[in-house]
């Protein structure tokens, strides 16, 4: 353990927060945690609203690092793939792995979080709640939480999208902040249970109605609801924000492009007109750390568009890598330092991959060339194992770098495409040629 580091504070008791207390308080650091928001034990999570997340390997080899993973995942729901609604035709799974060992796992985010912070205070974490950082004084080395001021030895900031923590540091250091927004929103509306307190529809999947430039998503809650998530433009072309802004308009939108949705949704209109539309986009910086004064995790240092569905899966690593590196590092700016080496290529890969599966998710997972490859890839996937890895297992089943993953995922890519170029099936494929190429391109993993 770090000789100059004994003592933690972070700011922010979100997910990242929160997992890393634990983490830490483990290993024997003081860990002091302020969160601006009220305690979620005692006054609810987020206005009661359930919102849930896709937790898959790398979050959860997080979670039982933490020893959090069995009261976690008694109330996750397992996704065995993707739920296809196409406009036209049969609905159908497309399976996400080759079986049941090989799936992602829909959990809430307020459980969640709740779980995490019981376990840090039995740790001895100390929580305070209704304690959002205001300022820091970087050379008395005291933040300011409202009223409160406190003497720290160095500030990790889990914090969010955004950070207070990074706006104190930005006078400080070059951290040449650029965020790019997504010119889509997002709105979250719920399915609920069946009169019989059933699920509506099948509950092992993660539900897309994909519709080109946009897309409604849903994912299983464990009290039989589906939490759905309409992305679409913010404006211009129909449909958009802009143009579908009342109830009645978004009734109109669900019968014309989601029918077999809108019977589902029986608080669609009061849900439409509550709920916001939250903004989307990709946080950049050049440096994550002040020398040994303050760090950043999670969405903080590089939030990420929801589409991979790794934002939390990141931000969990992120924590084990921190840990990791304060145990192997005497100070604590070379233990940020090493950090920041280790996890920025990879956010930079996990950042890419989930602009790119939004394109896949809303326009390509009914498309036929789409579905070829996707063929040609479990093919190939049985033909080299451990070789020739998908790239979706790459990502949410595996824990190799997400730099790693992107690599070798743009070299599947073209090796997919040219082996499939004008063909209707997987008959008439050359497989000299193609096993010819994977051999040549592939080490295994
Ligand atoms: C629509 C949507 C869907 C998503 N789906 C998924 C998914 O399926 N899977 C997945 O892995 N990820 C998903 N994500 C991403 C995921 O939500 C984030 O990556 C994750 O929450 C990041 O955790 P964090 O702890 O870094 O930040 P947060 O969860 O944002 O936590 C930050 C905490 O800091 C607190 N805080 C803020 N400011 C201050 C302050 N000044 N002082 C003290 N405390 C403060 C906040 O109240 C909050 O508790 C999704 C995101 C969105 C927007």
Redesign the pocket.
Known sequence: MGTDGQHLTI???????ALLAILLAQRGWSVDV????GDPRLHGYAGGRSIN??LAER?LHALRQANADREVMAQAVMMRGRYVHPLQGESSLQRYGRDDSEVIWSINRGDLNIVLLDIAESHGARLHFD???SSVDFEARTATFGERSHAFTALVG???????LRRQMAPHIALNERTEWLDHG?KELEIPPAANGDFRIEPNALHIWPRGHYMCIALPNDERTFTV?LFMPNAGVYPSFENVQTADDAEALFARDFPDALPLMPELRADYDANPV?M?GTLYLDSWHLDGRAVL????AHAMV?FH?????C?FEDCVALADQLADHVSLADAFAAFEAQRKPDAAAIQQMALENYIEMRDMVDDAGFLLQRELELALQDRHPGRFVPHYSMVSFMRIPYSVALHRSEVQRDILVDATRGLESLDAVDWDTVDAAVLAALEPI
């Open positions: 700011v922010g008791g979100g997910l990242a927060g302020f969160e601006r928001r997340l896709a979050g304690h959002g950082l889990a914090d969010g999208a955004g950070s207070t997002y998530t939250g989307l995790i999670g969405d903080a929801p569905g790794q934002g939390m899966n931000a």
